[in-house]
C-alpha cells in the first residue's frame, strides 16, 4: 500500500467528517460516533490543520513494507490463501462425488457447490481486505494521534477549551 494512497483515503475521510459535522451538526456527529465517547472530535480549525499537514507532508506515515520471500506484496498472498482455500474445497467435492460418494449424500454435494459458488463471488472483496484495514487503522491511528496535544505537529491540547 503507497503513502500516497493512504494520505489521500485520510485526507478524503477527514473531508467527509468534517463536511458531516457542518451538516448535522457536532452534537450529532459525537452521538453518531463511538470513538469520540471519552474525547472531543477536532474542531473545524484543527480538521483544516490536520489535512494541511497531511497535504504538505509535514506528517509522515510510517508504512511497515514486510520482506516477501516469495510474494510481492499481502494481497497477493491473500490471492494465493483464496486460490488455495477454494482449491480445496472443489477437491473436497470431487472426492464426495466420486472416492467417497457413499458417504455424502445429494444434498451434501449440493451445499458443496452452494458454498463454492458464493465463496467464489466473495474472494475478490476477502483479497482487498489486507489493504482496507490497514488503511482504516492508519486513520484510526493518525486520528488518535492528531487528538493528543503534540507540538511538533502545532495541535492545541483541547482541554483548556
Known amino acids: 500500500m503507497e503513502n500516497y494512497q493512504v494520505i489521500s483515503t485520510i485526507l478524503a475521510a477527514l473531508r467527509h467528517f468534517q463536511n458531516e459535522s457542518n451538516e448535522i451538526g457536532i452534537e450529532?456527529?459525537?452521538?453518531?460516533?463511538?470513538?469520540?465517547?471519552?474525547?472531543?472530535?477536532?474542531?473545524?480549525?484543527?480538521?483544516?490543520?490536520?489535512?494541511?499537514?497531511?497535504?504538505?507532508?509535514?506528517?509522515?506515515?510510517?508504512?511497515?513494507?514486510?520482506?516477501?520471500?516469495?510474494?510481492?506484496?499481502?494481497?497477493?498472498?491473500?490471492?494465493?490463501?483464496?486460490?488455495?482455500?477454494?482449491?480445496?474445497?472443489?477437491?473436497?467435492l470431487r472426492r464426495m462425488e466420486i472416492e467417497e460418494a457413499e458417504h455424502y449424500t445429494d444434498y451434501d454435494r449440493e451445499m458443496m457447490r452452494l458454498r463454492i459458488a458464493d465463496l467464489n463471488q466473495v474472494m475478490p472483496l476477502i483479497q482487498q481486505l489486507p489493504e482496507l484495514l490497514k488503511a482504516i487503522n492508519d486513520v484510526n491511528r493518525l486520528i488518535s494521534d492528531a487528538t493528543m496535544p503534540d507540538v511538533r505537529h502545532g495541535l492545541t491540547d483541547r482541554s483548556d477549551d
Open 28 to 92: 450529532n456527529l459525537i452521538a453518531r460516533y463511538p470513538h469520540f465517547d471519552d474525547v472531543d472530535p477536532l474542531t473545524d480549525a484543527e480538521l483544516e490543520e490536520l489535512c494541511e499537514l497531511l497535504n504538505t507532508g509535514a506528517i509522515q506515515l510510517d508504512l511497515p513494507s514486510p520482506k516477501w520471500q516469495l510474494f510481492k506484496d499481502l494481497n497477493q498472498a491473500c490471492a494465493y490463501i483464496a486460490f488455495e482455500f477454494i482449491s480445496t474445497l472443489k477437491d473436497d
